[in-house]
């Protein structure tokens, strides 16, 4: 790499931030994703502090016509934030968050995690609808829709953005709203990272907690689907008001029975989506459905919830495939291709999940944003996650092969882009999924980055 590869600055601007290069000690380091199976080498890592600092360094990459990378927060299962040979803009120092309680709205920058939106909403008794695990990226899970506990009544994290500020392919910052570049708001609300680098979000926020009702009692697949039933049965009638997920995994460590350790085990896991009291009263019956391995419920702090399931997941240190499809319904056949899936799991790490959908997240009209359609009822997620390379082929073959056999549950095609295993099915997937909002999306695609500078994503490529 010769030295104009690391000089950023412009005669308007001295880059704040740091530039890391292949030969840098800090390089290996740098480069490194949650996901410990991506090893890129960029041809540079921009880390930086200002929205100055992004404008430039995509300047530089456009003059080196280099493909670009944006890290937030290095979360995506398919290693989205890191490319090779191309230029990562990285925006883990741009990590603030700011709250103006009166008009319920944070600005949120392109870096944050949503433990950091979590903590400073919180403080105002307010939140927005984020992820299941704190140290995700609030960029890459919002781009692709944001699918969190307080779906049921409060939507998607898409539905609660209403405004960004963006660095497009030129290096020119641009404010979008519903009354100022309406089409890109559109376009940011599920069309993924493609479009520019996202340097702030602005999020409506809501009254929720600081004390919420965390449901999870947990049933051994080996005693049976019923309690599932009964679970989805229950959904269909208060799924407004309660977001939630049946998780499978594997019983071990304290907190589990010892005869239970090793076996495979699910959690019915719901938050209510309002007062901890209520909640604890209607969610009671899922704790009754027969005899439970253990029960992790209890009324809890909102932040500790969202953290909850931040310890199955730690950074860097476990190999991660993931697919997931959505549902049209839940039947029960359904059901009991998800328990033999999770039995045929060769990693007791993997995961896999049944998530319900309705309330706020179905009154979203198909036109309204870029993620398209809102009538599915359910996804079904499968979460491969190992530690030993030679399992490998294992690993993936099971999330894939657990993929496949639910298509014929599945919603017209389409899927969540958020879990998209390692991109290879990404331009059928992405068009399938998109559906009705995928020609327009390439028209907004094409005004905003005709060169498809910004391409390790869920592509949507421009007009030739």
């Known amino acids: 790499m010769d030295d104009s590869m690391t000089r950023l600055d412009t005669p308007t601007h001295k880059f704040g931030g740091e530039m890391i290069g292949p030969e840098d000690a800090r390089f290996d380091d740098a480069r490194g994703v949650w996901n410990a199976m991506i090893d890129r080498r960029p ?18 990459a456009v003059a080196r016509e280099l493909p670009i990378a944006i890290r937030g927060g290095g979360h995506n299962v398919a290693g989205h934030a890191v490319c090779d040979g191309g230029v990562v803009i990285d925006l ?21 995690l949503w433990r950091d939106v979590d903590a400073a909403t919180q403080a105002h008794g307010l939140a927005t609808p984020g992820g299941l695990i704190s140290d995700t990226g609030v960029a890459g ?6 699918i969190g506990w307080l779906r049921a009544q409060h939507g998607l994290a898409i539905d609660n953005l209403v405004a960004a500020d963006v660095v497009t392919a ?27 680098v996202v340097v702030q979000f602005e999020f409506k926020l809501h009254s929720i907690g600081p004390e919420v009702m965390f449901a999870a009692p947990i049933y051994l697949v080996e005693d049976g689907p ?44 719901c938050v209510f989506n309002g007062d901890a009291a209520e909640g604890e009263a209607l969610l009671q019956p899922l704790r009754e459905l027969g005899e439970m391995s253990t029960d992790f419920s209890g009324r809890m702090n909102y932040c500790d919830v969202q953290q909850l399931f931040d310890a199955l997941m730690p950074a860097g240190d476990f190999r991660c495939y993931w697919k997931a499809r959505y549902l049209t319904d839940l039947k029960d056949e359904m059901i009991d291709l998800a328990m033999a899936n999770a039995l045929a799991a060769p990693s007791d790490n993997s995961l896999s999940s049944l998530w319900n959908f309705g309330g706020a997240t179905a009154k979203v009209a198909a036109d309204a944003t ?26 993936i073959a099971w999330s894939r092969e657990g993929w496949s056999n639910s298509e014929r549950f599945g919603h017209h095609g389409r899927a969540y882009l958020n879990f998209p295993g390692h991109g290879e099915d990404n331009a059928a997937l992405t068009r399938t ?10 028209e907004i695609k094409t005004k905003y980055d005709p060169q498809n500078r910004f391409r390790f994503n869920q592509n949507i490529a421009p007009e030739t």
């Open 92 to 112: 883990s120092h741009m990590r603030g968050v700011t709250v103006d309680a009166s008009a319920r709205v944070a600005k949120v920058q392109g870096g944050a």
């Open 370 to 395: 870029a993620f398209g359609d809102r009538s599915m009822g359910w996804m079904y997620s499968l979460d491969g996650v190992w530690s030993d390379p030679g399992d490998d082929d294992a690993n």
């Open 43 to 60: 041809a540079l890592i921009a880390r930086c502090k200002t929205t100055d600092d992004v404008q430039t360094a995509v300047k530089l």
């Open 433 to 442: 999924s998109f559906g009705p909002s995928y020609e327009r999306l390439v």
């Open 141 to 146: 899970l919002t781009l692709s829709g944001g």
């Open 226 to 269: 019923e309690p599932i039933r009964a679970w989805r049965d229950f959904l269909a009638e208060h799924g407004d008001r309660v977001g939630s997920l049946c998780e499978f995994s594997t019983a071990g460590g304290e907190d589990f029975p010892e005869e239970h350790w090793g076996k495979r085990v699910y959690t019915l896991a």
């Open 170 to 196: 030129d290096g020119s910052l641009i404010h979008t709203s519903a009354d100022e570049n309406p089409e890109l708001l559109w376009a940011l609300q599920g069309g993924g990272g493609n479009f520019g």
